[in-house]
């Protein structure tokens, strides 16, 4: 597509449920990257993904966050038993790839809310 | 921890002065560091890059600056539009640089007023 795309735009979700968050990044990029944004703050990092080599998974915050992508395209970001403080934007970027600087494009994010 | 941080929140100038955001990093290895415009309910947006072999790029009305003796980066906006109005992000890529992953300051708004 001509963007990345995130789906959906707004989730809540009551405390101990599980969330599932698509990105679509732009076809033909090969890095994926998935990064979070807590209210008034920065983004943090939490995965990546390059071709078909194995995930950086250094940035995720707990074990109930999980994610993966298939056949090289759509990416899915699933965090289980949520708690409140897993609320925040969660934003997609994708890539030519690894490392090509400046080249990241964001999606839009999903807006995320434990209640 | 790695951080690159922002000085000022909340930065409010009038439309047509000139705009300046700065920005602390901490790991003087980092070797790319990127300015990003995030406008509401947007991912961020590239705005401009600089490698740290650099200390000025310039782009279409702004220009960033890289003072590595004191790990400090700097966001000259020319001619403040009222579209101008953001929350701008700096980031940088430690090492190792090839994993692209980017370490995010907290954000400073810039406000326009008309």
């Known amino acids: 597509g ?25 076809s033909g990029h090969t890095a994926l990257y998935w990064y979070r944004q807590s209210l008034g703050q920065g983004l943090e990092f939490l995965i990546y993904f390059q071709g078909n080599s194995a995930p950086d998974k250094s940035g995720l915050p707990s074990d ?3 994610a ?9 970001l699933t965090i289980q038993r949520t708690q409140q403080e897993d609320s925040a934007v969660y934003l997609c970027a994708s890539s030519p790839r690894v490392g090509v600087r400046g080249l990241y494009t964001f999606g839009s994010g999903t807006r995320l809310t434990v209640v | 921890g790695e951080s690159v941080g922002l000085h000022l929140p909340t930065l409010s100038v009038q439309e047509g002065d000139n705009s300046i955001i700065n920005c602390a990093y901490s790991n003087s290895a980092s070797d790319y560091f990127i300015w990003y415009k995030q406008e509401s309910g947007k991912g961020p ?14 782009g279409q ?18 001619a403040t539009q009222p579209g101008d109005s953001a929350v701008y992000f700096c980031a940088e890529i430690p090492p190792p640089s090839n994993t692209g992953k980017l370490i995010f300051g907290q954000g400073t708004t810039l406000q326009v007023k008309p």
Request: proline fraction near 3%; charge should be positive.
């Open chain 2, 61 to 78: 009305r702004v220009t960033v600056l890289l003072n590595k003796t004191v790990k400090h980066l700097s966001l000259q906006i020319a």
């Open chain 1, 2 to 26: 001509a963007g990345v795309s995130q789906s959906p735009s707004n989730k809540v979700t009551e405390k101990g449920k599980d969330v599932e968050l698509r990105c679509d990044p732009i």
């Open chain 2, 45 to 58: 947006q590239f705005i401009i890059d600089i490698r740290s072999n650099m200390d000025k790029r310039q």
């Open chain 1, 68 to 76: 993966e992508r298939t056949g090289g395209s759509v990416s899915t």
């Open chain 1, 64 to 66: 109930r966050f999980s």
